[in-house]
């Protein structure tokens, strides 16, 4: 599994330990962490390598005799993206053409990837279903991604390999390292008092819990796999960014917490962040799986675990 120390990965990593898989996480640790996995040390069944994606031998010799590629490495900073297109393009196309060729120098078939929402852009059904059109990114980092799907897609069709693509929503839980919840811990955590909302704080988006993600995730790569198909994976329902910092304040223990939201009604985050974000979730659940989690009960269990992760936060 590539970006198996990272915070979905590391989840993921747990999973299929679990459920009796070997693993072998291939990570560079530039944003995951080995505690993470350290529970892991001394299982026969893990083996962790230090290596670059962009490192195609290390990547051949590290699949070899595996049965599936997690390719779930990636610069998944939306935020950056359109500051970084070089670094989006490389990190994101790139690696994910180096996984598809280590995989056929190495004779692995098949590859889950980890995709998300922003493929969509400003989609105009909402929830938005696996088959929506026309796909129009609107971030560097939402294109690289449905750049990635494609290569996937073709060397599916051209090298007899089978691919399954996983489009996320938010994905948040314990040992997120990035995100808004995050960013609020930390932000509140210097400053218990007032809380800055990027953008006009109505963004209306949809959360999922780790569990959930990985759960899914299973679900579906433990069913006979098609040539090539798209799955999303999110919550039922949607939340916007005040009432999101509000559930966060209250687990936190901070009341009367002023919100100043920085932009103008209408407006976003940063360029290229989509405003309203839901998954039509249809497809999994006609194969027999469901969220546990709603989007607020997503984000609660976020605040709970970060405050017992780095301590709760104290006027
Ligand atoms: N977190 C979300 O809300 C979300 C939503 C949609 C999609 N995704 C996708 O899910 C995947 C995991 O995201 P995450 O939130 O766990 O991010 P993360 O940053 O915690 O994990 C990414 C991991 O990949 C590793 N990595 C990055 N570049 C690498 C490289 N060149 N070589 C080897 N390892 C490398 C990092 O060290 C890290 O451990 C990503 O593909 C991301 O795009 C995440």
């Known amino acids: ?145 449905l750049g990635s799907e494609a290569l996937i897609s073709a060397y599916c069709h051209t090298f007899d390999m089978q691919g399954l693509a996983f489009r996320f929503a938010n994905i948040v839980g314990p040992r997120s390292t990035h995100g808004v919840t995050y960013d609020f811990y930390h932000k509140l955590k210097a400053s218990p008092k007032r809380l800055e909302i990027l953008g006009d704080g109505r963004q209306l988006k949809s959360y999922c819990h780790v569990d959930d993600c990985v759960s899914a995730m299973l679900f579906v790569e433990s069913r006979p796999w098609p040539r090539f198909d798209v799955y999303n994976i999110g919550s039922d329902d949607a939340i916007d960014v005040f009432d999101l910092a509000r559930v966060a304040a209250e687990v936190w223990g901070l009341k009367g917490v002023e919100m100043v939201a920085t932009g103008a009604k209408g407006s976003g985050g940063w360029k290229g962040d989509v405003r309203r974000m839901g998954l039509a979730n249809e497809k999994i659940k006609k194969l027999g799986w469901a969220p546990r989690y709603t989007s607020a009960s997503a984000i609660r269990a976020t605040a709970e675990a970060l405050a017992r992760e780095m301590g709760n936060i104290s006027r």
Do not use: C
């Open 1 to 145: 599994m590539t970006g198996g120390a990272g915070f979905i990965g590391s989840h993921l990593a747990d999973a299929l330990l679990a459920r009796g898989d070997e693993v072998v996480v291939y990570d560079n640790l530039s944003a995951g962490k080995e505690a993470f996995l350290a529970r892991h040390k001394g299982d026969p069944r893990y083996h962790f390598v230090h290596a670059d994606v962009l490192d195609t031998a290390d990547l051949a010799l590290a699949m070899k005799g595996a049965d599936v590629v997690w390719h779930v490495a990636a610069d998944p900073d939306v935020r950056t993206s359109g500051l970084r297109a070089e670094v989006h393009v490389n990190q994101n196309v790139i690696a994910t053409l180096r996984v598809l060729e280590a995989m056929r120098v190495a004779g692995v078939r098949r590859i889950a990837f980890t995709s998300t929402s922003t493929v969509y852009g400003e989609a105009k059904t909402i929830p938005t279903p696996e088959d929506y059109a026309p796909m129009e990114p609107i971030s560097l980092y939402g294109a690289s991604k």
